[in-house]
């Protein structure tokens, strides 16, 4: 599933389940609805779930924000997703109140799940065309996140 939040540069990502997000929609609705989505694919799960927004430091610009204070609704997919590919500018940070490691590790933790993020600006390339159920490479340093919080860096 690709959730491409509303005024992010394309091109979106496209996969078995496509979402364009709107920016006044709630992360409890945004999540709540990709748990429904992955209850209703084949096997009752996704195989992966792209978060293709803006970002900062600890904070993904999808729909209305998520930061700190949404990270336990990510629970909602426990079960439900296999991995989560945040695609989003310089998420990834080491220092501070908004320490991006920490940040995707507690997101890793409550939904269960393996959760990838750069600490890098992203850049999909407005020109490339990027194939169904795929993403472009991220930019920078890329860190896997483990459902215990713990990570290491990846090669993606």
Avoid at 62 to 86: A, K, M, N, R
Avoid at 111 to 121: G, I, L, Q
Avoid at 128 to 151: A, C, H, M, Q, T
Wanted: aromatic share 10%; net charge neutral.
């Amino acid at each position: 599933m690709a959730l491409n939040a509303e005024g992010v540069p394309g091109p979106d990502y496209h996969m078995w389940n496509t979402w364009r997000v709107p920016r006044a929609d709630s992360p409890h609705h945004i999540l709540n609805w990709s748990a429904t989505v992955a209850k209703g694919a084949t096997g009752g799960k996704l195989n992966s779930l792209v978060i293709n927004c803006h970002g900062r430091s600890a904070f993904l610009s999808l729909g209305t924000g998520i930061g700190w204070p949404q990270v336990p609704l990510f629970s909602c997919l426990s079960g439900l997703v296999d991995e989560i590919y945040l695609v989003a500018c310089e998420v990834v940070s080491f220092t501070g109140t908004s320490d991006g490691n920490l940040f995707c590790g507690a997101i890793a933790k409550a939904a269960k799940t393996n959760v990838y993020a750069s600490n890098h600006t992203q850049n999909t390339g407005a020109w490339l065309r990027i194939p169904y159920g795929k993403i472009d490479g991220f930019e920078g340093k890329v860190w896997k996140w483990y459902p215990d919080g713990s990570n290491e860096l990846t090669n993606l």
